[in-house]
């Protein structure tokens, strides 16, 4: 039999009510309403407009580069951070700390100051021979920029947390390195690995301010999706700029739901 | 062996994509000594640039401190239906793209749109000046306060206020001399957080001003603008100054951050 227990109805206490009252209008006036006019100006053309705003060849070409390019570097991420993290909670080495410190930068830099330091090493007048400027790999190279705290700062507290005795049982039991890493801690990691990676990519997507001065905005070729709403934006279109706008919205729900699946998968398996 | 070529690579990694990159930029901007530095960022179009920063900034950290505390006391120490989904919708913005922030406001504020147009008949043009540059920057800071004091909140417990409750104290009282205390750090570290997204700001403040110079040109703005008229000694030298800004950031969270990383083991 279940039990079926009825809540008796509650009514809120004052505070309550007018607290959340204050914060949900805050919340509405600034973020949802506007999201949702986004969402609504991108329909309000019907089906057939939408569909033709996003498959533009200018939309589609930045579409396809920004999807593509945040796949790749949210890959590369999911095996660099892992490595980064794996370094900062095992290894001992002088300067380990300030390592740890600097993982938060991209945090706290502009993305047009990001964009601009890329540009100055990695630029026409790179000091290193190596120009990336207006090319998919200065995109690239952005992205990997603005990204790089995400899988370290979500794998880094699990690693801290894994108890080495199962390794040291592993080991004793004949696991070579490979395997113990295989068997042992890559099952405990994935979970944060997959989250971080997730965070990555919708960050990625999303990006604006470091791909400006590095990719040149070409379109068909370094211009990203943020970029196209944009100039769809200056050329006032905003029904085609928020239809590209909501294909990007949709696109980091989807990552984001998918993260808090994972999340829930791996919180059951302790 | 293998350890240490796993030290190398990930070292070489952050090297060449964080280290290097910013530190060039440093060199470049006080290679000819600190005068064209100073110089740079003294003419009137930086300074007022400079000025229009802080002023967004300022108004959008007030707005998210005060917003930011409120909702995290809601959602821990209250119950209500919906909570859930508040929540959610708190972390929203950090899955938005700031173009798509700038573009949404205005949709809603813009001068052709319904409520800006009330708003423009008021007198008040929210669009291409600062009342929007607020609220863009508002948009894309929001989570900041209320996720950093959130787990301290839980942490804390409500027994204390509970227990000054029945001492007489107001809700006032309890939240000034109890949960105010008890949170300080929590609330320092999501305002740092707050402060330099705010500041560093640039692609919902690039939609929303109209970027225009010596108006509502912020110094994330002023940084790209110099840079596309070639001006590269006050690129380098604004956004060395907005790069000082954040690694001043980042070691001032570490002090504030609970010693939870890499002290833990």
Not at chain 1, 217 to 223: A, D, R, S
């Given at each position: 039999m279940t039990a079926i227990t009825v809540r008796p109805a509650r009514r809120l206490a004052g505070g309550t009510a007018a607290g959340l009252g204050v914060a949900v209008l805050y919340l509405s006036l600034i973020v949802l309403i506007p999201l949702a006019a986004v969402v609504w100006r991108s329909a309000d053309q019907g089906p057939g407009y939408f569909w033709r705003s996003v498959t533009t060849p200018d939309a589609w070409a930045a579409l396809t580069l920004t999807i593509g390019a945040s796949a790749l570097v949210a890959l590369i991420n999911l095996v660099m951070g892992t490595a980064i993290a794996w370094v900062l909670v095992r290894d001992r080495f002088p300067g380990r700390r300030v390592l740890d410190t600097i993982i938060d930068l991209p945090f706290a830099l502009p993305t047009i100051v990001a964009g601009l330091v890329l540009l100055a090493l990695y630029g026409p007048q790179s000091p290193l021979g190596i120009n990336l400027a207006y090319s998919r790999a200065g995109v690239v190279l952005a992205l990997m920029f603005v990204t790089l705290p995400f899988v370290v700062r979500t794998v880094q507290p699990v690693l801290l947390e894994l108890d080495t005795e199962m390794e040291q049982a592993a080991a004793s039991l004949g696991a070579g390195p490979f395997q113990t890493f295989r068997r042992v801690i890559l099952p405990n990691l994935i979970p944060a690995m997959l989250s971080g990676t997730a965070l990555a990519f919708t960050r990625a997507i999303s990006e604006f301010g470091s791909t400006v001065l590095i990719s040149g905005?070409?379109?068909?070729?370094?211009?990203v999706a943020a970029v196209n709403i944009f100039s769809q934006i200056e050329g006032d279109n905003t029904t085609g700029a928020a239809a590209i706008s909501t294909v990007l919205l949709v696109v980091a729900l989807v990552a984001l739901i998918s993260l808090d699946v994972l999340q829930r998968w791996g919180s059951r398996r302790g | 062996m293998a350890k240490h070529a796993l030290r190398l690579v990930a070292v070489a990694y952050v090297l060449f994509l964080l280290v290097l990159p910013v530190i060039l930029i440093v060199w470049r901007t006080f290679g000819d000594g600190l005068g064209p530095f100073v110089e740079a960022l003294t003419s009137p179009s930086a300074l007022h640039a400079f000025k229009v920063t802080v002023t967004v900034a300022g108004w959008a950290v007030v707005a998210n401190t005060v917003f930011g505390v409120l909702t995290a006391i809601l959602l821990v120490r209250h119950r209500f239906p919906g909570k859930r989904l508040l929540g959610a919708f708190i972390d929203l913005p950090m899955a938005v793209s700031p173009v798509v922030v700038g573009l949404a406001l205005i949709l809603v504020y813009g001068r052709f749109a319904p409520f800006g147009g009330l708003l423009e008949s008021w007198g008040i043009q929210v669009i291409f000046s600062t009342p929007g540059m607020v609220l863009a920057t508002v948009f894309v800071a929001l989570p900041l306060v209320v996720r950093a004091i959130v787990p301290v909140l839980e942490e804390l417990g409500d027994e204390q206020e509970q227990a000054a409750h029945t001492l007489g104290a107001s809700r006032l009282q309890a939240f000034i001399r109890i949960t105010l205390p008890g949170i300080r750090w929590a609330l320092g570290y999501g305002i740092v957080l707050c402060l330099a997204r705010s500041l560093g700001e640039y692609g919902a403040v690039a939609v929303v001003s109209g970027r225009l110079v010596d108006q509502t040109q912020t110094l994330t703005l002023f940084v790209e603008e110099r840079f596309q008229n070639f001006d590269q000694p006050a690129a380098f030298a604004a956004a060395t100054a907005l790069a000082l800004i954040a690694v001043v950031t980042l070691l001032l969270t570490k002090l504030l951050r609970p010693k939870d990383r890499i002290d833990g083991n």
């Open positions: 905005n070409l379109p068909f070729k370094t211009q | -």
